[in-house]
């Protein structure tokens, strides 16, 4: 196996995950809330089985806002080479992509509204495939990997 | 080449005119059914009836005279031109590499009045662009279409002057009767039968009163062991006739031919269909031996062909049904990228137990529980079947993983994996869109990784458990790198 790929992605990656767990977190409040009412009143349950629902809902907001965002940026990493993108992340499943850039259809940055708000950028590239992304790059970085895409794309002999 | 808009065949009047009858009528006849069937038929509900249909008949045929005449299409410049639209009008604009292909469908009603439809099927690529149809197309019209839409032509302008000496297609197979019907019968669509049985019998089921289906089903069910059996084997055997009529309506007159740089496919009974594909857009090819077939040696090719992925399904066969061991000629006469049969490697041992796992732990999880409580229930018979399930889920595994191997044979990967099916892929490396390696922490104690390769949109083909090392070097030499290295 060939060493990690090289660059890493900003920092603020890890705020803008954990901003996003947050509103999952309260989202999750919905079917917890169900839950509960479920336990309480349909089946009459003690008062300490109904506060499992509460406890799961508290586990995994600690996970999603303050565990995942940390080994997820750990993770994330990417690198361009003059051939190819190479990508690697996930948390306990390790993924490790390459897309020869000679594949690449298109590149385009996006920016959601929260991302916006932290200065962050995406780099999405189509291949016949679908779409690959780099997330929660500084978005002047975002443009330059972008351009840079789409620049090498142009070159690259056909396999 | 330039061409002055063209309008569609006239005959698109009756089928839109039929078509918009359909609809109406489809929607339409349940209340009118019941209508006439609760207060009786009289003859004024009956003219009322003739008026509606006649009045929805020539608003329709108004309607599709206006729309005939402003559907035009020609090609301009580089792009295929699409207008249609009565009261907003919508041009849609197909740059000419962005055609995939150019296919013809003739329906029973297009057969009647000798016509086709065409159909311009689009690359995907994320783009937006949906395919273009023209339901009526006169033939000569459809073959100048077909030409001037042609992908990877040199230049627009040798169109024009289309090569009278061009080699007429090449026939490279043609499916006999009697393999069509031994593809029916073996094509294992029970599964897909089943439900339309179902819904037929519902269909029954609604015509009919529950008082009437009560009464006779006094007499008709099963009173024993022996009278469910039967019923279950009729119900097969139905869904197993609908199945080869399904088959043999698909894949009847199948005939594949290669004309230069591209395959053509005829295919269908009450629809003919004739597909034309690149070569070059042949991104992989699957050979598929389902359960009934293996005994026999028989296989089905598929390909996987950029553009077709949401088309799945029948549209990417490119031969119901060979022997085994015609599959490597077969290919060489038809797309020979892709014909290599190397002897495969297979995964270390040590992935065999992850097989079984794999497999073997969602049963586990309910066996033991299951047989506890039945030994508990008074019930100790029964206690041991759920453990022969799981232990069935375990030799399911074994099977799995004996059926795993691969191959990169001069360029080419090569994937054989099992479920019930076996399925062999043959995916050249310049085709791949992307390649991954996915591991999990149980993969990563055992030193196993799982090699994922995108061809098209939908369809991964993956290697799961090869040994890391070897993952990982499979995974470099695949690329772009890979490709130089190989002579």
């Not at chain 2, 009836?49 to 045929?61: E, F, K, N, P, T």
């Not at chain 2, 041991?384 to 074994?398: D, E």
């Amino acid at each position: 196996m060939r060493a990690e790929p090289s660059e890493r992605l900003d920092p603020r990656a890890k705020r803008l995950w954990r901003l996003e767990g947050l509103i999952t977190s309260v989202f999750l409040l919905i079917p917890t809330l169900g839950a509960f009412l479920l336990l309480d009143r349909v089946v009459d349950a003690a008062a300490l089985v109904g506060a499992l629902p509460w406890l799961a809902w508290a586990l995994l907001v600690v996970l999603i806002t303050v565990i995942s965002p940390d080994l997820r940026w750990r993770r994330w990493r990417y690198e361009i080479t003059d051939r190819e993108v190479d990508l690697q992340r996930g948390l306990l499943y390790v993924t490790r992509t390459l897309v020869p850039l000679a594949r690449v259809q298109h590149v385009d940055t996006q920016q959601g509204p929260l991302e916006r708000s932290q200065g962050l950028s995406t780099v999405v590239f189509y291949t016949a495939a679908g779409p690959n992304r780099i997330p929660a790059l500084a978005t002047p970085r975002a443009d330059e990997v972008r351009d840079r895409i789409a620049a090498l794309t142009g070159t690259q002999d056909e396999l | 080449m330039s061409s002055s808009p063209q309008r569609l065949h006239p005959a698109i009047l009756v089928i839109k005119v039929l078509t918009s009858f359909r609809r109406w009528f489809g929607i339409t006849s349940v209340p009118w059914l019941f209508v006439l069937f609760r207060d009786g038929i009289s003859s004024s509900r009956v003219l009322l009836l003739l008026a509606v249909v006649a009045i929805s008949i020539v608003a329709s045929g108004v309607w599709a005279v206006l729309s005939w005449r402003a559907t035009v299409y020609f090609v301009r410049g580089n792009a295929f031109h699409f207008r249609q639209g009565v009261i907003g009008k919508n041009e849609r604009t197909v740059p000419l590499d962005h055609i995939q292909s150019v296919d013809t469908v003739q329906g029973p009603v297009q057969r009647l009045f000798g016509i086709v439809e065409v159909r311009v099927e689009t690359a995907g690529g994320g783009g937006t662009e949906a395919d273009v149809s023209l339901a009526a197309v006169a033939r000569p019209a459809a073959q100048q279409l077909q030409q001037a839409l042609a992908p990877r032509r040199p230049s627009v302008a040798a169109i024009d002057a289309v090569e009278p000496d061009a080699p007429a297609p090449l026939l490279v197979r043609r499916l006999s009767t009697g393999r069509l019907l031994l593809a029916g019968a073996t094509s294992g669509q029970i599964g897909v039968a089943l439900p339309i049985i179902f819904t037929i019998s519902q269909l029954f089921d609604d015509v009919l009163t529950p008082d009437f289906v009560l009464a006779y089903a006094q007499d008709w069910l099963p009173g024993s062991f022996a009278g469910i059996v039967v019923i279950a084997a009729g119900v097969l055997l139905l869904a197993w006739l609908v199945a080869v009529g399904g088959t043999v309506l698909a894949y009847a007159g199948f005939s594949l031919s290669r004309d230069g740089d591209s395959l053509r496919i005829t295919r269908g009974l009450l629809e003919r269909r004739e597909v034309t594909i690149p070569i070059n857009r042949i991104q992989a090819i699957q050979v598929v031996e389902n359960v009934l077939r293996q005994p026999l040696g028989l296989v089905l090719v598929k390909m996987e062909s950029a553009g077709y992925g949401a088309d799945a399904g029948v549209s990417t066969t490119l031969f119901p049904l060979l022997r085994r061991t015609e599959v490597e000629d077969f290919l060489q006469a038809t797309a020979p990228e892709f014909a290599v049969w190397p002897v495969l490697q297979r995964l270390p041992q040590r992935a065999r137990r992850r097989y079984v796992l794999r497999s073997a732990f969602p049963f586990l999880f309910i066996a033991l529980p299951a047989s506890a409580l039945l030994a508990w229930q008074d019930r100790p018979v029964l206690a041991p079947l759920p453990l022969i399930m799981a232990a069935l889920a375990a030799a399911y595994g074994v099977l799995r993983f004996r059926g795993v191997g691969w191959a990169l044979s001069t360029g080419r990967l090569v994937i054989s994996h099992r479920t019930l099916s076996h399925v062999i892929v043959i995916a050249p490396q310049r085709r791949l869109q992307s390649r991954s390696l996915l591991q999990s922490p149980f993969q990563r104690r055992a030193r196993l990784a799982t090699l994922i390769v995108r061809v098209g949109r939908g369809s991964a083909f993956e290697i799961t458990d090869l040994d890391a090392t070897v993952a990982g070097e499979v995974l470099y030499r695949l690329g772009p790198a890979g490709v130089q290295a190989t002579p």
